[in-house]
């Protein structure tokens, strides 16, 4: 049984760019969810997904958007890339909205 | 907004012995689940031990168990006979319950992390 999985594992990007990270949930699980993780932080909320709509929302710009389709996996998508931008992006996945969440390894994303 | 504080920036333990990592939290819902995750070097998130706030039983999950008390909003972890694979960046996280049409939601809001390591 595979757990969450997230694609890439490492990127490098330059201010101003766009960035897209992939997410695919656990077998049986229909919400993602996304934190990001500044170094040495704990992970800050960003959005969560369920029934392919955005549910929730945390306290990031609209530089931050995101999808999921109907296989449940889901993306995120980063505009206007700023270096403050660089951190792990963790994406979590739990059967119904309001369950216990199963982390994926993260991407790490660095900004330049 | 719910906080969650883990005062304790850093422990170590050594090996067998028992050691307790603190978190306190800030809410008026009473109707709430606690979490305490467990992230190593290699970064992957793995859940530790939860806890209902409804449950008046502290959770157990073999050499983790935690001191829930509710009305003090503290929820601690002890980890008993601590190993080395036992050493990581410990978070607790809150997840309250938000109802809208019809469906039940929850996200998790964390502590800054306490880093745990275990001597030999």
């Known amino acids: 049984d595979a757990g969450v999985t997230q694609s890439p594992t490492h990127l490098i990007k330059t201010r101003g760019q766009q960035v897209t990270l992939r997410c695919s949930p656990k077998s049986g699980h229909d919400t993602v969810s996304w934190y990001q993780q500044a170094l040495g932080q704990g992970p800050q909320f960003i959005f969560q997904?369920?029934?392919?709509?955005?549910?929730q929302r945390g306290n990031f710009p609209d530089r931050f958007s995101g999808h999921q389709f109907p296989n449940y996996s889901s993306e995120l998508n980063v505009n206007a890339l700023l270096l403050g931008d660089s951190a792990l992006y963790l994406c979590?996945?739990?059967?119904?909205?309001?369950?216990?969440?199963?982390f994926g390894p993260g991407t790490r994303l660095t900004v330049l | 907004a719910q906080t969650v504080t883990q005062s304790q920036p850093e422990m170590s333990v050594q090996e067998a012995e028992t050691v307790t990592l603190s978190c306190t939290y800030d809410?008026?819902?009473?109707?709430?689940?606690l979490f305490w995750y467990k992230q190593p070097p290699s970064r992957q998130m793995i859940l530790v031990i939860r806890?209902?706030?409804?449950?008046?039983q502290n959770a157990t999950e073999n050499r983790f168990s935690v001191n829930f008390q509710k009305a003090a909003k503290s929820f601690s972890l002890k980890i008993s006979d601590s190993q080395l694979g036992d050493t990581a960046m410990y978070f607790c996280a809150f997840m309250k319950h938000t109802f809208a049409g019809g469906t039940s939601y929850g996200k998790l809001t964390f502590g800054q992390g306490t880093i745990l390591t275990v001597h030999p």
């Open positions: 809410t008026s819902e009473s109707n709430y689940y």
């Open positions: 806890q209902e706030a409804y449950k008046q």
């Open positions: 979590a996945s739990s059967f119904q909205p309001y369950n216990e969440q199963f």
């Open positions: 997904y369920y029934e392919e709509e955005e549910r």
